[in-house]
């Protein structure tokens, strides 16, 4: 477990910062700003679920929270060569937390409409900061792959936050009436 008895350490005062496994780099680098994207994105759910209405998608969002943690760790812990991403020594993202967000995709998909237009972001509030945390979180896959062009990545964190883009498209539109409260995106219309 974490314990925090001081909030600043002076350690990142010359602009690194520590991993997991007390190394350190600069926190200029495609590995914090990946890490720091999901720290972002988690912010954003917190900040949807102050104006999501029954406890559904307020449950799910909550796991997804913890999940997003679990990612920050992932991402935090440099995977050495050779380390198979499921070794039981470092928190690693894993298949199941992915059935899962594919699950509740599935579930709330069900109750909406197709699609006959491209949705803008907002409606209620729940929806306008599920479609932030969607657009934050489509930023921190591009810093993960931009990571992984330079360092090893547990695959399954790229297929996470994947999904969970998806997932919070989907969620957005099932909080804005399941769909039908949805803002359509009309081509041209203010020229």
Request: hydrophobic residues 40%; charged residues 25%.
């Amino acid at each position: 477990m974490v314990k925090l008895n001081k909030i600043y350490t002076r350690t990142g005062d010359d602009g690194t910062t520590g991993l997991v496994d007390g190394s350190r780099l600069s926190k200029a680098s495609a590995r914090v700003a990946a890490y720091g994207d999901i720290d972002e994105t988690n912010s954003v759910i917190g900040l949807a679920r102050l104006h999501v209405s029954g406890p559904a998608v307020h449950d799910i969002l909550s796991r997804i929270q913890n999940d997003l943690f679990d990612l920050g760790a992932d991402l935090a812990t440099p995977l050495p060569e050779g380390e198979d991403p499921d070794s039981e020594y470092a928190l690693r993202i894993v298949q199941s937390q992915i059935d899962k967000v594919e699950a509740d995709l599935d579930a709330l998909n069900e109750d909406l409409a197709p699609l006959n237009s491209f949705v803008l972001p907002g409606g209620s509030a729940a929806s306008a900061f599920l479609h932030q945390a969607r657009t934050v979180a489509r930023r921190a896959e591009r810093n993960i792959v931009a990571m992984q062009d330079v360092d090893a990545v547990n695959p399954m964190a790229v297929k996470y936050i994947n999904r969970l883009s998806d997932f919070l498209f989907v969620a957005a539109r099932w909080c804005n009436d399941k769909g039908e409260a949805d803002v359509k995106w009309v081509p041209g219309a203010s020229r």
